[in-house]
């Protein structure tokens, strides 16, 4: 029996981290200083460690809990198994979809790569199908400024912004800035883009994203504000698939959507672009099997952050080489992370993206001395999170 039959799962522990922040987290839905996420480390019986990582706190309850128990004995390459137990397959329109299972699910999957890398001697990229491109590709992305912490007024928005995407690009390389609107005044807003959009080299690909915060006439209202701005493209400026369909056909602006679901996007032909999760998408396998069948549909994909700690963002990085079908530089925020919990300098985006190094695995350790101190900071606040903090 070779090591990778062999080995089988020992133990389970998953532990919630609460992590401040780099600066605030400001869009239209509310402002954040901090996020939560779950921490998940599978040990072998031979001592190995498999590290995984999902959105929140809720998916520790089910790994400590029903479904962590059922993990000890799994053989490290039977990810299938977890499939069935979490039903990731089953599909249903109505009150039984539990999305912290499929949360729970990715990170299962994550430290199971993990540990399959580790007794193969294989980066998990090489388990995906092997590099496709030199680098994952990622973008600079930013949050809207926060007024009450940045001593601005709105007035000054624009300027701030876009002296921040000039800043950004320069230091990461990116071929690509988005950022957030939806926070300020339409006019504000307007402005913002007309800034940001003037501070920037022509060759950089410029991006905006509205949350589904505005209405269609509001919509309307801003994209004939920038009307003789290039502007590569809006995510989702309304909640409406079908008047961000509207929009392009009035104005001829890219669309893109976080809608992940094949059979919804087939009748709306004008938004071209889904940006996608592995978290949310069946893990990396899963998010590979998707990213497939939007190309097949004709349509562009690439990956949201959101707000990821150092084994997430390892995983979309070892994602981003190995995905033949990322269209275009993913979003990256794992420089707004105050410490991304893992040993060694964090995988900041340089010259346009991210290099892996050649380690077993997912290629990142845990900093377990900061692992104790967030954990504490989730005991004494909670779950953080950038929806309502104001």
């Known amino acids: 029996m070779n090591q990778v039959q062999a ?26 200083f901090g996020f939560t996420r779950t921490i998940l480390e599978l040990v072998t019986d031979d001592g190995l ?33 977890v499939a069935r137990w979490c039903r990731i397959q089953f599909r249903d329109y109505g009150s039984l979809a539990d999305p912290v299972t499929v949360l729970a699910f990715a990170a299962i999957e994550m430290a199971l790569l993990d540990l399959l890398g580790k007794t193969t001697g294989q980066p998990v990229s090489h388990l995906l199908g092997g590099p496709v491109r030199p680098r994952a590709e990622f973008g600079a992305y930013g949050y ?30 990116a071929a690509v800035f988005e950022f957030k609107v939806g ?40 994209l004939r504000g920038i009307h003789d701005v290039r502007l590569d ?55 590979m099997h998707a990213a497939a069948g939007y190309r097949a549909l004709g349509r562009q994909f690439w990956q949201r952050s959101s707000l990821e700690l150092g084994i997430s963002w390892a995983a979309m990085v070892h994602f981003g080489i190995s995905c033949p079908d990322v269209s275009r530089p993913s979003q990256a925020l794992i420089d707004y992370v105050e410490d991304d919990l ?33 954990a504490e900071l989730y005991q004494a606040r909670g779950e953080l999170t950038y929806f309502d903090q104001d």
């Open 183 to 222: 926070r300020y005044s339409i006019p504000t807003d307007i402005e913002t883009v007309r800034a940001v959009r003037h501070s920037l080299d022509d060759g950089i690909v410029l991006g905006i994203d509205a949350n589904q915060s505005l209405d269609l006439d509001r919509a309307r209202q801003l």
């Open 7 to 32: 080995a089988r799962i020992a133990s389970v522990r998953a532990t919630p981290v609460s992590v401040p922040t780099r600066r605030a987290c400001a869009w239209s839905l509310g402002v954040g």
């Open 144 to 173: 809207t400024l926060h007024l009450e912490t940045s001593g601005l007024c709105e007035n000054e928005v624009p300027a701030a912004l876009a002296q921040f995407a000039r800043e950004s690009v320069a230091r990461t390389g």
């Open 342 to 374: 893992t040993t060694g300098p964090s995988w900041l985006v340089t010259e346009g993206g991210v290099v892996p190094p050649n380690r077993p695995g997912l290629g990142v350790e845990l900093d377990r001395e900061a692992v104790g101190r967030y």
């Open 49 to 81: 460690v498999g590290l995984g990582e999902c959105e929140g706190s809720a998916a520790s309850r089910l790994l400590n809990g029903s479904l962590g128990r059922k993990l000890p004995g799994l053989a490290v390459h039977d990810v299938a198994q």
């Open 233 to 287: 493209w809006f995510e989702e400026p309304v909640a409406s698939l079908g008047d961000m369909a509207r929009l392009h056909r009035e104005f001829g602006v890219p669309i893109s959507t976080h809608c992940m679901e094949p059979d919804t996007l087939k009748f709306y032909p004008e938004v071209e672009g889904t940006v996608g999760d592995l978290h949310l998408q069946g893990g990396l396998r899963g998010a």
